[in-house]
């Protein structure tokens, strides 16, 4: 390239650099110019995002009350009234009066809303999106309510409620209107409780379901999708009520299989629209839709699994706890918050110590409950998942409360593996675990080892308490507490040490006031030796330490 070319390209560059530069500052000073409209209180715009924010002399609590919430309940109240005068009396127009009584009630109410929406654009919209749910509802009522039952074909009813669906979406998406969405997708999945509800009802809350998920995926709207989850839950809990008879034609077999199938639609499709984009959610929201979800698949199915037979509730447990383990895999695959992921873990252990009992029971339990506490809580520091090690912690206290029921013979052996997963739990707490602020990380993980310190010294005193004669118990337990403080100098751990002050602090007052009169001579005499010799020794170790320190 000529030396002239070369000089006209760096004179374009610099150009071009200028030309960027004046932009930016221009950007600047307008935006510093331009007035920032203050919002009228710190709280969140209750209307969603793209809403109007009421001013700030409306901000007061009746004010809020008035506007917002009357509104809603206002617009509930009348669309179900609406749906019960399409039940109850629509039967007896004839078949096309049905069909066009139905949507010209709800056109004129959407109508209206859009009318009042130029005045008072939020109020409108709610009236709009009720106008919307209407719509919904009426071709609903088309084919799955038998008196006003006009469309006989249920492949043809189901994509016309899809159809209708998909309306609702485009609408609230081209209006950008989280009000619009919420309305009609929420009273959509309403009305259709109030007929009977079958496995076509289902699939329509299922359809009212994936619109929901939609603005959660495009838009990032949080309210839409967990009102809807909530709402399509509450819509199988009714239906299980009302299916407590085996339907005719059914066996209990299929019946089953037919309502787990939708649970367990239910739960792929929330938790896949959770972790498809899991980083552009806030954690609080992504955090309450993966525990609802998992509280919704358990409380449901684990009703209708053991209706139909417990025996079954082990293998829906442990199935819930592999899926719940997926999705804490696929969570950190998709980097999710790291609250969601341990939401997935801590569920998947707590899931899976849930089912035990329904296959295990009296020594066989506690062994197993032992065995998954110590499980979680190493996998919770290996994963770095606080919330597992918690879980883990908490199904070994379990455990250790369940050794009163099983027979005498093994609670000695049961109490030592629980004080070594105690030990080892807590050793494991020790390195720092989760991305905290080191004074919250330092905290947390300080009432984890404190946990585990006491759970280690309970099991070890119920592990004496098992091999000391039952006249010798206050010695069991300096005992116990001589081998906390030497657990305690070993790991050079304090809570061990605190746990043994504590223990040894029960044991002088069981000293004071129970030995000194209720034990014999000899007993007297041996416990208080052996317990001054160990006392002794506890602090020659502690003076030993200040010492060496100074």
């Known amino acids: 390239m000529a030396e002239g070319d070369t000089q ?50 409306q901000r007061d609590l009746e004010a809020h009350l008035g506007t917002y919430w009357l509104s809603r309940v206002g617009i509930v109240a009348l669309i179900i009234g609406f749906a019960f005068l399409i039940i109850y009396h629509f039967g007896d127009l004839g078949a096309l009066a049905r069909v066009g009584a139905g949507y010209l009630l709800s056109a004129g109410l959407a109508a209206l809303g859009l009318w009042l929406s130029r005045r008072h654009e939020l109020f409108g919209r709610i009236v709009f999106g009720g106008g919307l749910a209407l719509a919904y509802f009426v071709t609903y009522a088309l084919h799955f309510v038998p008196a006003v039952r006009v469309i006989e074909s249920e492949p043809l009813a189901l994509v016309l409620l899809a159809l209708n669906v998909v309306g609702i979406v485009v609408i609230a998406q081209r209006m950008q209107s989280e009000t619009v969405a919420g309305i009609a997708l929420f009273l959509g999945l309403r009305t259709g409780m109030l007929s009977d509800i079958t496995s076509f009802t289902l699939m329509s809350t299922t359809m009212l379901a994936g619109g929901a998920l939609f603005f959660l995926v495009k838009n990032r709207w949080v309210f839409v999708p967990l009102s809807s989850l909530v709402a399509v839950y509450s819509t199988h809990v009714v239906w299980a009520m009302r299916t407590n008879a085996i339907a005719p034609g059914q066996t209990d077999g ?7 199938s939708f649970l367990a639609l239910y739960y792929v499709i929330f938790s896949v629209a959770l ?34 037979g417990k025996p079954h509730l082990f293998t829906f447990f442990i199935t819930l706890a592999l899926a719940q ?33 329904w296959q295990y029971e009296d020594l066989a339990l506690v062994r197993a409950w032992t065995a998954v506490g110590l499980v979680a809580g190493i996998a919770g520091r290996v994963l ?27 609670r000695a ?21 989760d991305r905290l602020p080191p004074p919250l990380e330092g905290r947390r993980r300080g009432v984890l080892q404190f946990s585990c310190a006491a759970g280690a010294g309970l099991a070890l005193l119920w592990l004496v308490g098992e091999l000391m004669p039952s006249d010798l118990t206050t010695l069991g337990w300096g005992v116990a507490a001589f081998g906390l403080f030497a657990l305690g100098f070993a790991v050079r751990e304090r809570w061990y040490r605190l746990v043994g002050i504590a223990v040894l602090a029960f044991t002088l007052g069981r000293l004071l006031f129970v030995d000194l009169s209720g034990l014999p001579p000899n007993q007297r005499i041996l416990t208080f030796i052996l317990l001054g010799l160990m006392l002794l020794a506890v602090s020659y170790v502690y003076t030993r330490l200040r010492g060496n320190r100074s």
């Open 8 to 57: 006209d390209l760096r004179d374009v560059v610099r150009r071009l650099e200028e030309t960027v530069s004046r932009l930016e500052a221009r950007i600047e000073k307008l935006e510093t110019a331009a007035p920032a409209r203050p919002l009228p209180s710190p709280v969140a715009n209750p209307a969603g995002p793209g809403e109007p924010v009421p001013e700030a002399e």
């Open 254 to 260: 299929e019946q089953l299989t037919l309502s787990l």
């Open 275 to 308: 972790l498809v984009h899991p980083r552009e959610l806030s954690r609080r929201a992504a955090l309450s839709f993966a525990l609802l979800n998992w509280v919704g698949m358990l409380t449901l199915g684990a009703v209708e699994v053991g209706r139909w």
């Open 325 to 357: 383990g997926v999705g804490a895999a696929v969570a950190g695959w998709r980097n999710a918050h790291p609250a969601v992921l341990q939401a997935f873990l801590a569920t998947s252990g707590l899931t899976l110590a849930l089912g035990l009992p």
């Open 384 to 410: 770095g998942a606080g919330a597992l090690q918690v879980v883990g912690v908490g199904i070994l206290y379990v455990a250790l409360g369940a050794t009163w029921q099983v027979p005498p013979t093994g």
């Open 413 to 433: 052996l049961l109490d030592a593996a629980l004080l070594v997963g105690f030990a080892l739990v807590e050793r494991a707490a020790v390195a720092r675990t």
